[in-house]
């Protein structure tokens, strides 16, 4: 069968009424009808469709968020390359009913020394800017609750208030129970864990983008041990030279909220005055002077005098300078003869309060009676959510 030709045709020298070398039909601009050459195009457009569709799509755009009532959330963006440790233990499980784990309907405790971070959009967000809070969780620099980092009213607080949360894992010295002594991590110091929030700190910018906020202010917030991070990470933004860290501090922190935080190290206990190998196992101050020794750096069994220079430094009250950043501080006290909320004793907030004032930092306190350690964040919620909006 005879095949016509155009004399145009790039693909075959042959002239009009010549049969094609390519065994199709010449159209008269001289394309093919060939199936493999429609296959072969199809496929290169839709590469360069797809090329041009991902180099158009904004820089950190993460996937679809959960939807929750009142709440849309990202749930473990990484935030550098360490995925969650795993250690060998029982681990702890349960309840607790007033954390935001219960709101989510998820477990209670993991492993949560990855570099990873969750993200909380109120529905009320439209558009525009929103002043951003990134809360430490506490849990004794050992462990954290499984998407229950943040109180539940307080959660609650923050979403009716139109604050965008932002809550890092960082790493931590034991996942696996509530015992402090349990498993050791000598890698998960203070240091590290300030490089971690750092870390987290320096992405928060292309986070920020994938989820569609703008914003407006950047806030650091925490609770317990996680309070005291932030004010370390806070007070190393404006002085360096104190922990002489190098950290980046990519994005300014206008204001800290600080809940139940420790402030100094030295205003706990004895001081060591009575050595740690003296102590019974059944001692409570053994066990934290331990943990502390690890924190900063040094084996269990280093003597105990070594302790106390790099407990002050490691103690936020310390850090304070005319630069400093202004500081909320919210406390509790169990009764009033009874100046603790049975963890952190009040005198940490009058150490930190009396620091700020010497050195003419704007700082503002709030003790709420009646409230265990764990309760302060839930008490003094509404308190807490103004002072974060800088009203």
């Not at 440790?85 to 219960?102: A, V």
């Not at 987290?200 to 041990?225: H, I, K, N, Q, T």
């Not at 002050?312 to 919210?330: E, G």
Request: glycine share 8%.
């Amino acid at each position: 069968m005879e095949i016509t030709t155009n004399r145009n045709c790039h693909n075959c020298s042959q002239m009009a009424n010549a049969n094609c070398r390519r065994g199709a039909t010449c159209l008269p601009r001289g394309r093919h009808r060939n199936s493999a050459f429609y296959i072969l195009h199809f496929i290169l457009a839709s590469l360069f469709a797809a090329c041009a569709a991902f180099a158009a799509a904004p820089q950190g755009a993460l996937p679809k968020p959960m939807v929750r009532p009142g709440f849309r959330c990202w749930y473990d963006v990484p935030y550098g390359e360490r995925k969650d440790l795993k250690d060998e233990g029982p681990g702890f499980r349960g309840r607790i009913g007033n954390w935001t784990s219960r709101a989510l309907g998820v477990k209670i405790c993991r492993h949560c020394s990855g570099q990873q971070m969750d993200v909380y959009v109120p529905n009320s967000y439209k558009g525009g800017k929103a002043v951003v809070v990134m809360y430490i969780h506490g849990g004794t620099w050992s462990h954290c609750f499984d998407k229950g980092a943040i109180p539940h009213y307080l959660f609650k607080e923050f979403m009716r208030g139109g604050v965008v949360l932002v809550s890092p894992n960082y790493i931590l010295q034991s996942d696996i129970s509530m015992n402090v002594t349990d498993a050791k991590r000598p890698e998960a110091t203070f240091e590290a864990m300030l490089r971690d929030i750092d870390l987290a700190v320096s992405r928060l910018g292309d986070v920020l983008a994938g989820v569609g906020v703008e914003m407006s202010e950047f806030v650091m917030s925490g609770e317990s041990a996680g309070a005291h991070l932030a004010l370390l990470y806070a007070y190393d933004q404006d002085a360096p030279e104190k922990l002489s860290l190098g950290l980046s501090h990519k994005v300014r922190i206008s204001r800290i909220v600080d809940i139940v935080g420790p402030t100094d190290f030295l205003l706990f206990g004895d001081n060591m005055k009575t050595p740690t190998s003296k102590l019974s196992d059944k001692d409570p101050r053994k066990p934290i002077r331990i943990l502390l020794k690890r924190l900063v750096g040094m084996a269990d069994d280093a003597p105990d005098e070594d302790v106390l220079p790099l407990a002050a430094k490691w103690s936020p009250v310390n850090l304070v300078t005319s630069r400093s950043v202004p500081t909320m501080m919210a406390y509790g006290q169990l009764m009033p003869l009874v100046k603790t909320d049975g963890i952190i004793p009040i005198v940490q907030k009058t150490a930190l309060e009396n620091r700020l004032g010497k050195a003419g930092v704007k700082s503002e306190s709030r003790v709420f009676f009646g409230s265990n350690h764990g309760q302060v964040s839930n008490n003094g919620a509404k308190w807490i959510v103004r002072k974060a909006l800088g009203k």
